[in-house]
């Protein structure tokens, strides 16, 4: 092709609308398309008003929202030293912001020092996606790494079913390699998840759409306002968060303490503590400083043997955290009337947790 | 692969990169046939098996019709055969029902077991494409192509193969076997073309389609309001959906360098059924003329039998596009619509009196009901939306506003273009804009996975 061509015209345009454009007019639009993607998640970043709280805890209703985790993982690296990631148990899942892990160390070491990058639902093949693809300002930090030995209490939590399985974050797991099992979204999903996570715009678009049109495109949007004007959604400030989610049926004590089955999967080969283990390969090797922090998983529920099975896992993390030079804590059950479930601890349950951790050589050496 | 899908992007980047490094080489034709081969496969590789036969088959009776003196008997047996294969695909399940549905009515307690096999997509395009070819050879309006790849790279090629436009032998042939010149404007005129396909299909057909379904799959549970909307937006997500497709088809064929016909020419401004086929579904509509309405004695035979070949022709046309009586219903309406504005296009009132505006509304108003028996599932359900649209009461509809508005700015864009306000949309600045405003509307609203074309199924 040369530019000669572009002059001339032999083929006529035949067609039932007018918007023909040369090439020097592709390029004016292109222009203005890369201006557009390029600048708009950064305007829209000055426009919107971002109040992350004082302990950076997101909104329970936006947890899918990774553009939004971003925000508040790079301005919760930029205004505190130490910084908790984990699930819903890092989180907070049914207590309020001022019952959380992070809000009692900070209340009792007196310092505001932690900030909760808790992520609701994200086990561990998720959390490593988490923080390889949207916590950029996550380097040279003192990590606090929270293990959830939940995540290993069945094949299926486990992520190695073959049959398909339908998992929290999907779109933060690992596509192609390491492979999950049950884990079948089509070629051509995997491949717009991977590009979408590389797009600024895409995760953008994927904030206004959690953020502002209740988790759904704008045309499904206006299927269920017909009469509103989906411009109008776009306030400049995040919408009010409903708070945390009651326990349904109340808390495990309360329901009536029942022993459960458990079947653990083995060390060895499980998926979720290979993906554990990438994350913390990961941060390291972005020059952070990582403690992790395993359970307080609700032994109290565990029958005999499933305690023991526990026990041997315990002590096999253990093992690999020394032999990797991996501080962490690792604190024996909580009372079993601090638990709303198998691992979420009520707020007397945190507060203790805190405490306990407070009290730890390892950490405390490592938040001076 | 649908045009609009990542696959087809990735694969639509290799066919163009290979194919500009083959264009004036004997590799064009060969890598252009395995290009449309791998594209159909990708649906399934079964679909290959019809396609390949019937390629055969009217390649070499083709042959026999030029050199035999038996050329009739040569035509006949090409149009039979892919009329067997149409039917055994696509028609075998509708005969066994009423077949059987005639058993029952008889009180014989026999049935037939339906088909289980899918009908493989495109096939009546790729089959009706092959008839007019051998009917062009045996009317000698084309020469019988000898080049094997060339006339299979005709049947196949495939920006059209799912569902059109349905080329003409003499109109395609003749730039498969050119050197495959692409210049950039060819590449621009295409992109250009693509992008308001896409357009049409994501942003408008896609979205009007959530609203429809939901109405058209339980009508009576909706009362007037929304039955009505319902239908009006169906015209249009028909509209946008098939011409959106045949927009994408041109474009990717015109990057190519190759010229695929126009198929849509803003059919909702016609001013009579005969001008709205000349509108909707031109590549169809043009074969139906040439080789059965014309062939049947066109209007040449009296205003009973114009009007009988008329008939017969949209009867058949409507059954073409589906193996159901919704269809054979919605030609039939067609048919009468056609001959009634015909009538009223003889009357000096409609002629030079009535508004050109009033006219194309009532055409529409036409064309939008006769949509009501294609777009139902059932007859039963056809009549019941006719009947609940007169009859129930009113309710709110819940349509969405950016709908009707989306709907209404397209139907002004056209209406400029067809006016002499044309220059303003043809004004450089307008049309960048018009450019920057199409693709932000599909970056910022569109949904990520596209839902197929209708014609596909036909």
């Known amino acids: ?368 | 692969m649908l045009f609009q899908s990542l696959p087809f992007l990735v694969f639509f980047a290799v066919v163009y990169s290979g194919y500009l490094l083959v264009k004036g080489t004997r590799l064009r034709l060969p890598w252009l046939l395995v290009s449309s081969y791998v594209f159909y496969a990708w649906l399934s590789p079964l679909y290959l098996i019809p396609l390949a036969y019937a390629t055969v088959v009217d390649y070499f009776v083709a042959g026999r019709i030029e050199s035999s003196p038996r050329k009739r008997a040569w035509l006949t047996l090409s149009i039979l055969n892919n009329v067997l294969v149409l039917g055994f695909f696509k028609y075998a399940g509708f005969v066994a029902e009423n077949v059987n549905a005639l058993l029952s009515a008889m009180k014989v307690s026999y049935a037939i077991s339906p088909p289980s096999f899918l009908l493989p997509a495109g096939l009546s395009f790729f089959l009706l494409q092959s008839i007019g070819y051998t009917i062009d050879v045996y009317r000698g309006t084309t020469k019988r192509e000898k080049n094997f790849l060339a006339y299979a790279a005709f049947v196949s090629f495939f920006p059209r193969l799912l569902a059109g436009p349905i080329e003409r032998a003499n109109h395609l042939l003749p730039q498969l076997h050119g050197q495959g010149r692409v210049t950039l404007r060819d590449f621009t005129d295409g992109l250009s073309i693509f992008v308001v396909g896409y357009f049409k299909k994501v942003a408008l057909a896609d979205y009007l389609a959530i609203y429809v379904a939901g109405v058209y799959g339980s009508p009576d549970q909706h009362q007037a309001p929304a039955l009505l909307l319902a239908t009006l937006l169906f015209a249009w997500q028909i509209y946008f959906d098939f011409s959106g497709y045949t927009d994408m088809a041109r474009g990717i064929a015109r990057m190519m360098g190759i010229g695929l016909m126009l198929n849509f020419n803003n059919p909702y401004l016609a001013v009579s059924m005969g001008d709205f086929w000349k509108r909707w579904h031109i590549s169809l509509s043009s074969w139906f003329r040439d080789y059965v309405y014309i062939p049947l004695g066109g209007n040449r035979k009296g205003t009973f039998g114009t009007y009988r070949n008329l008939f017969l022709t949209m009867v058949l046309s409507g059954l073409w596009h589906g193996a159901a009586w919704t269809f054979v219903l919605w030609g039939a309406i067609h048919a009468v619509g056609n001959m009634a504005t015909r009538e009223l296009e003889r009357t000096p009132f409609y002629m030079k009196k009535l508004p050109t505006i009033v006219k194309q509304l009532f055409v529409f108003a036409m064309v939008t009901f006769a949509w009501i028996f294609f777009r139902a599932a059932t007859i039963g359900d056809a009549w019941t939306i006719v009947a609940r649209i007169f009859t129930s009461g009113l309710s709110d509809p819940k349509c969405p506003m950016l709908a009707l508005g989306l709907i209404a700015a397209v139907w002004v864009y056209q209406y400029l273009f067809e006016s002499r306000l044309r220059s303003i949309l043809e004004i450089r600045p307008v049309r960048i804009a018009l450019m920057i405003l199409l693709l932000t509307y599909l970056v910022l609203t569109v949904p990520a996975e596209g839902q197929p074309f209708i014609y596909m199924q036909f």
Request: aromatic content about 12%; hydrophobic content about 40%.
């Open chain 1, 1 to 368: 092709m040369t530019s000669a061509d572009q002059t001339s015209d032999v083929t006529p345009f035949d067609c039932s609308h007018a918007l023909r454009l040369p090439a020097a007019d592709w390029v004016i639009v292109a222009v203005a398309m890369l201006a557009i993607i390029g600048l708009a998640p950064i305007v829209w970043q000055r426009y919107e008003r971002f109040e992350p709280g004082d302990d950076y805890r997101m909104p329970y209703e936006l947890s899918s929202d990774y553009w939004l985790y971003s925000r508040y993982s790079r301005q919760a690296c930029d205004k505190r030293k130490t910084l908790l990631i984990g699930d819903s148990v890092v989180w907070g899942h049914y207590v309020p912001p001022n019952e959380t892990l992070s809000h009692y160390l900070n209340e009792f070491s007196g310092r505001q020092q932690f900030a909760n990058l808790g992520l609701d639902g994200t086990h561990p093949a998720a959390l490593e996606g988490l923080l390889r693809h949207y916590s950029p300002s996550l380097s040279g930090r003192t990590v606090v790494l929270h293990f959830n030995p939940l995540w290993m209490t069945s094949v299926k939590h486990d992520l190695q079913t073959d049959k398909e399985f339908h998992f929290n974050h999907p779109d933060l797991v690992s596509q192609f390699t390491p492979k999950i099992p049950c884990y079948k979204a089509p070629f051509a999903a995997r491949v717009r998840i991977a590009l979408k996570r590389t797009i600024p715009l895409a995760n953008w678009i994927a904030h206004l759409r959690t953020t502002y049109y209740e988790s759904s495109d704008v045309q499904n949007w206006t299927l269920r306002h017909p009469y509103n004007c989906p411009l109008k959604q776009l306030t400049r400030g995040l919408p009010e968060s409903a708070g945390v989610p009651e326990p349904a049926g109340g808390t495990w004590v309360s329901k009536g303490a029942k022993k459960q089955d458990v079947t653990w999967v083995d060390l060895d080969t499980s998926l979720q503590w290979k993906f554990f283990r990438r994350s913390i390969e990961l941060l390291r090797k972005q020059g952070n400083q990582v403690f992790v922090l395993v359970g307080p998983f609700n032994e109290h529920m565990l029958n005999e043997a499933d305690a023991a099975a526990y026990g041997a896992i315990k002590t096999k993390v253990a093992q690999w955290f020394a032999e990797n030079k991996v501080p962490y804590f690792l604190p024996p059950a909580l009372p079993a009337e601090h638990y709303v479930d198998a691992s979420h601890p009520l707020g007397e349950g945190y507060a203790l947790w805190a405490r306990e951790l407070l009290q730890d050589p390892a950490f405390t050496a490592l938040i001076q």
